[in-house]
């Protein structure tokens, strides 16, 4: 089985062959990735997986392919304090990822089917906020799950300014997810075998573009046999903040905006650059065919030019000054968290140093 792009042997790795091949293009989106492990959302017995291009499945839990994701996260274009409601939310891996760009004020839900697949990503994402550096390079919109069928939200829920849905809908239930949005919103959907991306420009304007062959399986219709009644699916209230909670952010921010000028003073000093490390060879290879994982099936882009001119060769990176350096001087040290650093050395009481780290565990 192949995906769209090269195996990666960490998640870092398999971002770069994301970028390389065009399916990450923008600075905010490849943050959002590679501040999120995708090997953290696996089962420990299925992690040497987690860095190829593939689709998961593992009973009711699933993951799309890294290509695929990409591809939603670009197409949203997601910016700070916009309103996203995931379909099909799963294991919370899209959710969190978008809950970086969006920032403290932005609002953040999903609805997902199964209650089990439901405690896997509250699982996840609290694995995330207490062990994850990234945390702290981030205010982070925290996603909210609730239980349900997506194709019975209630009719007076709010809209929202960005939707997904991760499960191939139906042409009957176009109409239903566009309903969904805010006039200027965006729907990314699989819709008639295409990953599809809907902008409402007016009350009853549409635009509609087509990204990518994909093959999803399809949204689970409601079964009403037991009681012959719809179970309508309440979001979660858009929730105001406490002046506590805002306190934080505020705190943070300034405590952020402190070390960017220590670093810069330090950098205005003449303090070097840290040395850049030589990259491992990679692999281009061009691919237009790709086969499919679980019901699941995605094509590659046409390769440029200079891909074909290059295509099945191994091609090296520009060798930096240091790569003749030993193997053992090679290897970097472990990233230090500045901002943990900063607070813990404040003069305050131990649990208000906590409640600004989010009582996070590292």
């Known amino acids: 089985m192949g ?15 994301l970028k390389e091949a065009q399916y990450i293009r923008t ?64 294991t919370g891996y899209l959710s ?32 995330f906020i207490k062990t994850s550096d990234s945390f702290d390079k981030f205010e982070f919109c925290e996603p909210s799950f609730v239980i349900g069928n997506c194709l019975e939200i209630s ?16 042409k009957e239930h176009e109409d239903y997810m566009k309903n969904l949005l805010k006039v200027g919103g965006i729907l990314v959907m699989p819709l008639e075998e295409k990953l599809t991306k809907i902008t409402r420009t007016g ?33 979660p209230p858009v929730a105001v903040r406490s002046l506590q909670d805002l306190a934080r952010i505020a705190i943070r921010g300034t405590i952020k905006k402190i070390i960017h000028q220590e670093a810069m003073s330090r950098a205005g000093n003449g303090l070097k650059n840290p040395p850049r490390f030589k990259r491992r060879r990679v692999r281009r290879r061009r691919m237009e065919t790709i086969v499919f994982l679980d019901k699941e099936v995605f094509a590659s882009r ?23 350096t030993k193997p053992s001087e090679l290897k970097p040290d472990p990233p230090v968290n500045f901002l943990r650093e900063k607070v813990l050395s404040l003069p305050l009481p131990d649990p208000l140093k906590y409640y600004l780290l989010y009582y996070r565990e590292k």
């Open 3 to 17: 995906g769209a792009v090269s195996a990666g042997e960490d998640n870092d790795e398999l971002i770069d062959n």
């Open 27 to 90: 600075e905010l989106v490849e943050q959002a990735f590679r501040a999120i492990d995708r090997a953290d959302y696996y089962l420990e017995e299925f992690k040497d997986n987690a860095y190829k291009d593939l689709a998961w499945k593992h009973g009711n839990i699933h993951l799309s392919a890294p290509c695929i994701y990409s591809e939603v996260m670009e197409a949203l274009d997601l910016q700070p304090g916009l309103s996203f409601l995931n379909l099909g939310s799963g």
């Open 155 to 170: 009719p007076d829920c709010t809209q929202y300014d960005r939707v997904y849905c991760g499960a191939g809908v139906q």
């Open 203 to 235: 009350p009853s304007a549409w635009e509609t573009k087509k990204i990518l062959a994909v093959s999803f399986a399809p949204l689970i219709q409601p079964n009403h046999a037991d009681s012959g009644k719809s179970r309508l699916v309440h979001l």
């Open 302 to 324: 046409i390769s440029s030019p200079s891909d074909d001119n290059n295509n099945s060769e191994d091609v090296e990176d520009e060798r930096p000054e240091e790569e003749e």
């Open 96 to 127: 969190s990822m978008v809950g970086l760009i969006l920032g403290p004020f932005g609002v953040n839900h999903g609805v997902e089917l199964h209650s089990d697949v439901i405690e896997y990503a509250k699982q996840k994402l609290d694995f």
